[in-house]
């Protein structure tokens, strides 16, 4: 008869592997071109964003290194997974209730129809329901990316911790805890829209954070379902691995989506 240890036995002999290798990635990453912050950040942004002048906001005489839409998704995204884990919520495996559920389903649908309402406006002879503002797109896109985390983090919880270490509770619990977190959203929102020069360097950075950590989460998931270790972390010392490889699987990540869109570009002889 099998034991079905065997596999996460002969798994973890390969752990110092897993580590060098995703300690090898992140460290490339960091330390090779651009080396300096808001250069990195915008890395990270071409990566995942048009990046379009005019569809973006400007500090300093600078462009974000997200357009207005995607600054507010994943500004919304970080708000939603810092805040959830101030509440304690690490260990919540269920979704929030259906009418909160409908709620953030809901902020999502917004953003699809701003979304192709601005689409539609590229094109002058379509026509198209109101004129594309850049603060709508950042209001829609931070509610998005806040509905997105509520989603994604009893997910990531469910399948990282071991059952007895879960609880069968909502991360996000009523629509007063929602409120609490639409709050965040409004200040969010009005602190981009301030557009004070000094916020240049905390905004590239909070938001391109954003993006590495719903990239890390997706990758620390995989991590552990392609290592068959679902659903198995009894203590936080158990995450490490799955953390570092998820970080490095969003750099992994980065670079690629980077480098086939300096492909398309110089093939096609147009932005993309």
Not at 157 to 179: C, D, I, T, V, Y
Request: hydrophobic share 50%; net charge positive.
């Amino acid at each position: 008869m099998s034991n079905p240890n065997v596999p996460t036995r002969r798994l973890t002999r390969y752990q110092p592997f897993m580590w060098a290798v995703s300690a090898l990635v992140i460290a490339v990453f960091l330390f090779s071109p651009p080396v300096t912050l808001l250069d990195k950040t915008h890395a990270i942004g071409y990566a995942i964003c048009h990046q379009i002048p005019g569809r973006s906001f400007q500090l300093d005489g600078q462009t974000l290194p997200l357009c207005a839409r995607c600054t507010g998704i994943y500004l919304g995204a970080l708000l939603g997974l810092v805040g959830m884990s101030l509440m304690k919520r690490y260990h919540s495996v269920e979704l929030p209730p259906t009418r909160v559920l409908i709620t953030l389903i809901a902020f999502i649908g917004l953003m699809g129809i701003d979304g192709v309402n601005s689409y539609l406006s590229f094109f002058p002879k379509l026509p198209h329901l109101y004129e594309p503002q850049n603060w709508l797109r950042l209001t829609t896109g931070t509610l998005h990316g806040l509905a997105m985390s509520a989603l994604v983090y009893p997910v990531m919880n469910g399948a990282l911790w071991h059952p007895n270490n879960a609880q069968n509770e909502p991360a996000l619990r009523n629509f007063k805890e929602l409120l609490f977190f639409l709050a965040g959203a409004a200040a969010i929102t009005l602190i981009v829209l301030w557009q004070q020069p000094f916020l240049l360097y905390p905004l590239a950075f909070l938001s391109t954070l954003g993006v590495l950590l719903m990239l890390g989460i997706v990758g620390a998931v995989l991590a552990v379902i392609l290592t068959r270790r679902e659903g198995t972390a009894r203590a936080w010392s158990d995450l490490a691995l799955p953390g570092v490889m998820g970080l490095a699987s969003a750099f992994l990540i980065v670079e690629a989506m980077g480098g086939l869109r300096a492909i398309l570009v110089q093939a096609a002889g147009v932005p993309f």
